[in-house]
């Protein structure tokens, strides 16, 4: 029988990105928020040892232990799904701060085109344009609406940039200046200057110099080491949830956040959120935190699990189409890539920063004209410096030996030779990619696992096989004397890493029969709930994610305190 | 209470970190008196020791005291001494010592495999291993119940008796070309095996390799750093922000984690 703890005004599912600013936002409007966070608590004295390729990368110090809980994977209906047993595609985050810990920081505004995609495609191609069984749908929320929130973030985190020639109107520029150029970066740029394209600097959470947000959160200048993604910034300088939002909240005195505290069960009655039941896995122990509000913001995954292990919402059948939670599970298409060899140039790669790069978005959303193209939206095309660690930095030209000698040698030869470019591929939902629960696989606590049947579609090998060509074009431009593009597209697996931008699930919308929650990320039919994540994403653009979702953690924010004054359906 | 211990082995230790304290100086790190970011607050306040240079004008090399001119980290802590005389052959081949620089023997390769193994890696303690086990796709990846350690040991066992019957003598005892042969024919599946997948096996041999050359040489391997300065890479460095714009190539001693804690 669980403890049943004293009520308080909101419990939170999470503390990462979105727990984090739900629970600074709140506490600052003099709500009591206790949040509830699975993992460990975590701090930037922890990485003293983070340099460290081989514990952080690839033995995946940060991420969730999939011994105790990690997903299966299908790539059809038609097949069984079976456990994610190791790391490879994605990596899924744990402990405080979440995945916003070991994040690189890159920080984009999704194109006004993502939030009207259905109608904007329409619009232009007609509707012939959407193939059967894409799933595509507005967002119940335009780009002018969410650019305040934009900005909110992007002043929390202290984003470096300039100003992208080809994204949605910016009421400011960004708080803190672009990063530093590197060599390869200014190639980049001048190559697609050469090719009229309109390069910018990638949007960084990096910090270009030192930086005091609103809140009064002051943090270091990037020091360009070369660890940023799967490792904890160790000065700070990195944006993320535990050297900004988090202590806000706790300065208020109003947060109270419980670590090891891994929820089981969102618990409700007449359609009403009363709290949630958790587990305190140090003693397994069982508690009851009864809350007026309860706000949930963990991973995509955890957000759908928790509502369709707790009944709540009507669950997605992809046999009818109807339904809402698990709909319009999306990725991110990453394939379409090139890399230059130089044969007498050598870069100093080894230094970098997750977010340090230089992009275009000539070819993102719907900046090109798609009527002779067998896709819709497109990628985001960037050459990033992230720091080339050297068990990983292995890449050599086609035909060299896997192993031996003459691999070797090839490696050795390139470690410093060579120049990456690569598009962030958009993904668009199709009525049979969606995350229910397996029916074999349990967790530690007996509980199903979230099940991912997905596969990619002919509209993503379009788009691989016309980026990889771009990216390709940029690299000859920029001098490379050996230019490899790839333009296939394989079908999904789950083994090799590709990105942990997955997104949907429990999408946003402006009708029940489409989405699970509004545009606040309010739930439609349980109003005292709500649901943070890119999991309200209804399909991946051409970007990642962190700087749309913080968004919306934002305007959600806003709508739970008006909630909390005056309840009911906020839209 | 980590943190707690560390403050006062920091307290214990005497000397100052000069590479800490000129890295802070020069980067410009302590703003008029303003420190922010949590470690580098910390190493202001508690200073510790590092032999090696952070700034690059190359002339400081590592100096190690005098006893460690012996290697304790070299004992086995999982293989037999059959099994390791295997790996170190077979690594040496993948990654062999060359006109460039030292292979996985000289490295010591062998021994961080054998370490790795015997931690949580070896018993695949933070994956999934729960059953039902059925086959699956490749898109799936791995679905077998065995743990890494079992899976090493099934695979040596099958490299040796491979050796045996097509060359008649042990794979330690091969020539180089004929332990290629013998790597190549389990790479390509020539190898037919029921327990085991004999390309998996290879491609696990190979990726412990690669980390074994290239990882902090805490584990064992990467023996001196000779794996990083093999790709010029400059390990762990404090900051690039001098360096970061600049087009010249610039080679530094490389700096491990030992660096980052005091030692008397």
Same mark, same amino acid.
């Given at each position: 029988m669980a403890t049943k703890l004293p009520k308080t005004d909101v419990v939170i599912v999470g503390v990462g990105?979105?727990?984090? /600013? /739900?629970?600074? $936002?709140l506490t600052k409007g003099g709500l009591s928020v206790v949040g509830l966070e699975r993992g460990k608590e975590r701090k930037t004295e922890d990485y003293y040892m983070v340099h460290d390729e081989l514990r952080y990368a690839l033995r995946y110090?940060? !991420?969730?232990?999939? *011994?105790?809980? #990690?997903?299966?994977?299908? =790539?059809?209906?038609?097949?069984?799904?079976?456990?994610?047993?190791?790391? =490879?595609? !994605?990596?899924?985050?744990?402990?405080?701060?979440?995945?916003?810990?070991?994040?690189?920081?890159?920080? !984009?505004? !999704?194109? +006004?085109?993502?939030? $009207?995609i259905k109608s904007k495609t329409i619009e232009r191609y007609g509707k012939s344009k959407i193939p059967d069984g894409m799933t595509i749908q507005d967002w119940g929320i335009t780009y002018d609406q969410l650019e305040p929130y934009f900005n909110k973030f992007e002043k929390m985190t202290g984003i470096s940039g300039d100003e992208n020639p080809l994204g949605g109107k910016r009421s400011e520029k960004y708080p803190t200046p672009p990063m530093k150029t590197t060599p390869g970066m200014k190639?980049?740029?001048?190559? @697609? &200057?050469?090719?009229?394209?309109?390069?910018?600097?990638?949007p960084s959470a990096n910090l270009s110099e030192q930086y005091t947000n609103p809140d009064g959160i002051a943090r270091a200048a990037c020091q360009y080491c070369g660890y940023c993604e799967r490792f904890g910034c160790e000065y700070g300088a990195k944006a993320d949830p535990v050297v900004t939002v988090i202590p806000v909240a706790k300065n208020t005195g109003k947060f109270e956040l419980r670590t090891h505290s891994n929820v089981r069960r969102i618990l409700h009655k007449g359609g009403k959120a009363t709290g949630v039941l958790y587990i305190d896995t140090t003693t397994g122990e069982e508690y009851e935190q009864p809350a007026d509000i309860v706000v949930m913001t963990s991973y995509v995954f955890n957000n759908t699990r928790l509502l369709l292990m707790s009944n709540i919402g009507k669950p997605y059948d992809p046999k009818t189409g109807t339904g809402v939670i698990g709909r319009n599970y999306a990725y991110q298409v990453l394939k379409g890539a090139g890399v230059g060899f130089f044969e007498d140039k050598e870069f100093n790669i080894f230094a970098g920063a997750g977010s340090l790069g230089m992009c275009i978005d000539d070819f993102n959303g719907d900046n090109f004209d798609h009527k002779d193209l067998k896709f819709i939206h497109g990628a985001n095309i960037s050459y990033s410096q992230t720091g080339a660690?050297?068990?990983?930095?292995?890449?050599?030209? +086609? =035909?060299?030996? #896997?192993?031996?000698?003459?691999?070797?040698?090839?490696?050795? &030869?390139?470690?410093?030779?060579?120049?990456?470019?690569?598009?962030?591929? *958009?993904?668009?939902?199709?009525?049979?990619?969606?995350?229910d629960l397996d029916p074999t696989y349990k967790d530690e606590f007996g509980d199903p696992l979230m099940r991912i049947t997905f596969d990619f579609e002919d509209q993503d090998r379009e788009l691989v096989k016309f980026m990889g060509a771009k @990216?390709?074009?940029?690299?000859?431009?920029? =001098?490379?004397? &050996?230019?490899?593009?790839?333009?296939?597209?394989?079908?999904?697996? /789950?083994? #090799?890493?590709? *990105?942990?931008?997955?997104?949907?699930?429990?999408?946003?919308?402006?009708?029940?029969? #489409? *989405?699970?929650?509004n545009n606040y990320l309010q739930m439609w039919d349980t109003e005292n709930l709500f649901v943070i994540g890119a999991s309200a994403f209804a399909h991946n653009s051409g970007y990642n994610p962190t700087g749309t979702m913080g968004a919306l953690s934002y305007r959600a924010a806003e709508g739970i305190l008006k909630y909390h004054k005056n309840p009911g359906s906020l839209v | 209470m980590a943190n707690e211990t560390e403050e006062q082995d920091l307290k214990d230790h005497k000397e100052p970190d000069h590479s800490r304290r000129n890295f802070l100086k020069n980067s410009g790190y302590a703003v008029g008196g303003l420190i922010v970011g949590g470690v580098v607050g910390s190493l202001l306040r508690s200073p510790n020791k590092s032999t090696t240079n952070n700034n690059n004008n190359g002339n400081t090399t590592e100096k190690a005291p005098a006893n460690e001119a012996v290697n304790f980290n070299q004992a086995l802590m999982h293989f037999t001494q059959e099994q390791f005389l295997i790996m170190e052959a077979a690594t040496e081949r993948i990654f062999p010592a060359d006109d460039n620089g030292p292979g996985a023997k000289e490295l010591g390769v062998a021994y961080f495999i054998d370490h790795?193994?015997? %931690?949580?890696? %070896?018993?695949?303690?933070?994956?999934?291993?729960? %059953?039902p086990f059925f086959k699956g796709e490749t898109t799936q990846g791995y679905q077998g119940r065995l743990k890494r350690r079992e899976i090493f040991d099934i695979g040596l066992q099958e490299m040796q008796n491979y050796s045996n019957k097509k060359f008649q003598k042990k794979f330690k005892d091969l020539t180089p070309e004929q332990q290629d042969t013998v790597l190549k024919a389990f790479e390509t599946d020539e190898v037919k095996l029921t327990t085991i997948s004999a390309s998996g096996f290879f491609k696990t041999i190979f990726g412990s390799t690669m980390e074994g050359a290239y990882a902090d040489p805490l584990y064992g391997g990467n023996g001196n750093m000779a794996g990083w300065k093999l790709k010029n890479f400059p390990g762990n460095q404090m900051s690039y922000t001098k360096i970061i714009e600049q087009d010249k190539f610039e080679k530094m001693q490389p700096v491990s984690l030992r660096e980052h804690l005091p030692h008397s």
């Open positions: 990105w979105g727990g984090g /600013i /739900i629970a600074s $936002e110090e940060m !991420f969730q232990d999939l *011994s105790r809980e #990690t997903i299966t994977f299908r =790539g059809n209906e038609k097949i069984k799904a079976l456990p994610m047993r190791s790391y =490879g595609s !994605f990596l899924l985050g744990d402990g405080l701060g979440g995945s916003g810990v070991h994040w690189n920081g890159q920080t !984009f505004r !999704f194109l +006004p085109y993502d939030f $009207e190639m980049f740029s001048d190559s @697609c &200057k050469g090719l009229n394209y309109h390069p910018y600097h990638m660690r050297p068990i990983q930095n292995n890449t050599v030209p +086609p =035909g060299t030996p #896997t192993w031996g000698k003459d691999y070797k040698a090839a490696t050795v &030869k390139y470690a410093n030779r060579h120049i990456n470019v690569g598009a962030q591929g *958009s993904c668009m939902p199709f009525r049979h990619h969606f995350l @990216c390709g074009d940029i690299l000859k431009q920029m =001098g490379a004397d &050996k230019v490899v593009a790839n333009t296939e597209l394989a079908p999904y697996e /789950i083994t #090799t890493y590709q *990105s942990t931008h997955n997104t949907g699930g429990v999408v946003m919308g402006s009708s029940p029969d #489409t *989405s699970a929650v | 790795q193994l015997a %931690g949580e890696w %070896g018993v695949n303690g933070r994956e999934y291993m729960q %059953g």
